[in-house]
């Protein structure tokens, strides 16, 4: 890994140097700037790197969605025969090109660089020594200036975690550590949800229940694991989180736009409710005491039409005519020729 934090340094000492020369070397509002834009920036950096794979990854999604009408098919007919479904899976990816791994492959390329910039940040700490100073490419000044950099008066390479004694060697407030942290943990947590969250609104829910579970898992169990970790992370690890979830609610929103979700796949899914999936059947069903409500008014309304149909036919027996005359026979006009029995006809009548 020592390649890895090599070049992050390098990126960060660059776009320091960069900004350095823009603005002064002071702190503004208790904030050393060039520090701080130096890690927006090398998100930036790294995201303008990633993002010919970040668009194949769109694609690739889109592709694993296009072919789910067929992955369910082949679900049904191999039912129970684990081994042929994933040699069918397997005929079906390399029939349709798909790879199913481009989708995670550009999180795993920024794994290395989020460690590299978490040990890189606690490598910089007082009392080193100047060898140790100059590893990974710094001078003995910039290591220095590092190390005192701050945001709102608390230090880059502090964490709320950070014991009185670490905090008194970098002369640091410790309330201030933590309202800062603090403030920086809820900004990582928000925009990590409203991440998952704006694709899961634009494919909705998964109707595959391993899938929908992950899209779950993804939405809320994320966020928490940023909310347990995030007051470990030192505050610039957190600032290079909150932006880089910033930079992907953007790309996200112009990757949707660009290269919507195909219909067959939206189709087959179940529109997103911030309440959790449901499926639209399933969301016309009452339920509780509204289904024992429902019920008990499906049952008075029959035994009501039956009451009804048992009245009537009482009332047409007391009045000696059948309960399904549809109206009394009329007496044939005088003169009127009497109608052939034999041609289907009634009985003759005797005119009055």
Sequence with gaps: MGGIYW???????????????IMPDHRVLGSNWQWVLAIVFLVITVRVVLFPIFVKQIKSQRAMQAIQ???????????GDRETLQKEVMKLYQEE???????????????????????????????TSDHQMELYGW????????????????PIVAKFSSSAADLLQIEAN???VKIVAAILVALMITT???????????????????????????????????????????????????????????????????????????????PYKSGGAKKATDAKQPSGFGALFSKAREEAAAQQ???????????????????????PSRAPKPGAKPINPKKGGAAKRQSG
């Design 69 to 79: 009408p067929k992955m369910k098919e082949l679900q049904e007919k191999h039912k």
């Design 305 to 327: 039409r039956t009451n009804g149909k048992a009245a009537k036919a009482t009332g047409a027996k007391a009045n000696g005519t059948a309960p399904d005359a549809a109206a």
């Design 97 to 127: 090109k798909v790879n199913p791994l481009m989708g995670c492959l550009p999180m795993f390329l920024q794994i290395p660089v989020f460690i590299g910039l978490l040990h890189v940040l606690r490598h910089l700490k007082p009392g």
């Design 174 to 176: 410790s309330t201030t």
């Design 7 to 21: 070049l992050i340094s390098k990126v960060m000492l660059f776009w320091h140097t960069v900004w350095d020369s």
């Design 139 to 154: 001078t003995k000044s910039e290591f220095l200036s590092a190390v005192d950099a701050r945001l709102f008066d608390a």
């Design 192 to 270: 990590t949800y409203l991440t998952q969250r704006q694709m899961i609104k634009k494919t909705g829910w998964n109707t595959d229940p391993q899938q929908r579970m992950i899209q779950k898992f993804m939405l809320y169990g994320i966020p928490f694991f940023t909310l347990t970790s995030g007051w470990y992370f030192p505050i610039g690890v957190i600032i290079y989180w909150v932006t880089n979830n910033a930079i992907t609610l953007g790309q996200q929103y112009w990757v949707l736009h660009k290269y919507p979700p195909p219909a067959s796949a939206s189709s087959s899914n179940v």
